[in-house]
């Protein structure tokens, strides 16, 4: 994680950072200076320390606030490369490896455990830095002025630094058991906002708040210990501190009247004591701090050192055109357990069957309807075609090539696929459609909108394709919001087109239009799961595949 603070502001901040500690730490000495005039100096020379004084302080002022700046630079600039890295590898993963978790744990990712880790890790570095210069600085200047309160000061420091080896466990485990409850928390709140229209329309009100009071309870719960064990650990280090601080008044007092330095020498070691014990106080903590921020390093380490399985094979398997068919191989899949890894065929078999030796050939241009059962494996089998699932036995092949070894930027060019809930982002038609792909005229995307039913609604909205759908697409209907999801598929002109129930949400006559724009395209493969099949629809299909517990028959 360090790697994230390698930057400009960072060199400029450890840079920095040693002047505006010295500066602080000297206050130490124009306190003593202070004492010294006050027993020995005159009023007429007042004026000159005055001065003096006034300047040292305006510049370690304004020392202070620039290295302070350029600190929060380089917190920020770390805290944004992270997001940066984590998104990125997030984006990064195929269909099948982002489906293995759920989807609230890359919200979670991203907020509160980048939250924690700049809390434990980042702004921890930054200031165990100034407390160890402030540390070596004031343990210096303090054995220049008498050696025996610079080695009681050492040695009580010595045991605070002990103590985060029999503390760091218990205040570890907190901090991990905090992560976990906050994403599920996290992921608790995201399904309840996800189904608020079932939750008014089933009268759940009351049972989703006793979820959520079971979620927030072990939230609470989680907190409340992790931020106990952090002011345990403060308590500590003040207890140890204070034991210190005490300790160089009353061992000076000793001194002092015993000839060895005047009373100014206290007062200049009282203010390094601080210095000094504070930073071994927070170093305690510091410490304790870092050595916790392991279980979500840990977390955050999984998805920056995931390894693109798709770089061995790009010179490989780079398909990049369909020129013959699609073909199913003795093909089988169980939906894994909880807890398994999906693409574990040994661990997984019988889990969850879902479709059992299929064989399937699908020429290109071929027009497939596949029909069947609810839960019969009818969207299963698009899944699988979309990369989604790869645990499975058997092959499913493009062009006599195992689609498990064609690199996703590859694959999905090939393919193209519209689903019964589409996503549609809060932004304008015209980018919903393109999807910020520039290179797609306003012709190309007017065509698209024409052969999904769209042109009507577009030409009656005052902004045309420039219109914000708003989110969730709240300002149109259900059948506009699938006519875009149609438009988005060929507007990218891919030569496989996957249908699942895509027309589910349109009225018989749209739903017939779009089928029969689709069904016309002589170039175009497309593979159609429907509930509801029209006549015409059967009778244009070149093939229709029944699935019934899991077996395909044509």
């Keep these: ?31 003593m200076l202070a004492i010294d005039y006050a027993t020995n100096g005159t009023i007429e020379k007042l004026h000159l320390y005055l001065i003096g004084t006034i300047a040292y302080l305006v510049i370690s002022f304004l020392v ?45 990712y991203l907020t509160k455990n980048v939250e924690k880790l700049e809390e434990s890790y980042f702004w921890t570095i930054f200031r165990i ?9 004031s343990v210096i200047w303090l054995s220049i002025m008498d050696w ?69 309870t072990g939230y609470k719960k989680a907190s409340f210990k992790d931020r106990y064990m952090s002011g345990f650990m403060g ?55 870092i050595l916790a921020a392991k279980a979500v390093i840990k977390d955050l380490d999984e998805i920056l050192n995931l390894q693109e399985k798709d770089s ?51 020429k ?14 009818k969207s299963t089998l698009l899944s699988l075609l979309y990369k989604k699932f790869t645990g499975y036995e058997g092959l499913i092949k493009i062009d006599g090539t195992d689609i498990r070894k064609i690199p996703d930027d ?33 012709e190309r995307i007017k065509e698209a909108c024409k052969k999904a039913g769209l042109q009507k609604f577009i030409e009656g909205l005052p902004l045309g394709l420039e219109t914000r759908i708003g989110e969730g697409a709240s300002k149109i209907s259900g059948g506009e919001k699938q006519r875009i999801a149609i438009a988005r598929a060929l507007v990218k002109d891919s030569p496989i087109l996957l249908m699942d129930e895509a027309t589910s949400a349109l009225d018989k006559e749209t739903s017939a239009e779009i089928e029969n724009t689709v069904l016309s395209q002589r170039e175009l493969t497309c593979i159609i799961i429907s509930h509801h099949v029209s006549e015409a629809l059967r009778a244009r299909a070149d093939k229709i595949v029944t699935v019934k517990d899991g077996l395909a028959d044509i």
Excluded: C, W
């Design 129 to 137: 830095y100034p407390s160890v210069l402030q540390l070596i600085v």
């Design 64 to 108: 202070d606030i620039v290295t302070k700046r350029v600190r929060e630079k380089a917190s920020a600039q770390a805290l944004f490369s992270l997001r940066e890295a984590l998104i990125k590898k997030i984006l990064a993963m195929s269909t099948s490896e982002y489906a293995s978790r759920n989807s609230g744990s890359y919200v979670a």
């Design 410 to 442: 590859s694959y999905f060019k090939l393919v193209s696929v519209v689903h019964q809930s589409p996503f549609i982002f809060d932004d304008t038609i015209k980018n919903n459609i393109a999807l910020y792909n520039e290179d797609i005229s306003d």
């Design 312 to 362: 061995s094979l790009k010179d490989l398997e780079a398909e990049t055109s369909f020129e013959d068919s699609i073909s199913f191989e003795n093909m089988s899949f169980s939906y894994p357990q909880d807890g398994e890894d999906e693409e574990n065929e040994e661990e997984n078999q019988g889990a969850f069957p879902a479709l059992k030796n299929v064989n399937l050939t699908i």
């Design 235 to 289: 308590s500590l280090g003040d207890f140890f501190s204070s034991i210190t601080y005490i300790g160089v008044f009353f061992l000076g007092a000793v001194l002092v009247l015993l000839g060895f330095f005047k009373i100014s020498v206290i007062i200049a070691a009282s203010q390094l004591v601080i210095f000094i014990v504070y930073p071994l106080s927070n170093l305690t903590q510091y410490i304790t701090s």
């Design 364 to 377: 290109k241009g071929e027009k497939v309807l596949i029909v069947g059962e609810s839960g019969s494996g």
């Design 1 to 31: 994680m360090f790697k994230f603070l390698k930057t400009g502001y960072m060199v400029l901040y450890l840079a920095l950072q040693p002047l505006s500690t010295a500066l602080e730490v000297g206050v130490s000495y124009v306190m």
């Design 148 to 216: 025996r309160l610079s080695l009681f000061v050492l040695f009580t420091g010595l045991i605070q630094l002990i103590v985060p080896k029999f503390t760091v466990k218990p205040v570890a485990k907190a901090e991990k058991d905090y992560i976990e409850k906050s994403e599920n928390y996290t992921i608790s709140l995201k399904e309840i906002f996800s189904a608020f229209d079932l939750i008014k329309s089933y009268n759940l009100q009351e049972k989703i708040e006793i979820l959520h009071r079971n979620a927030n």
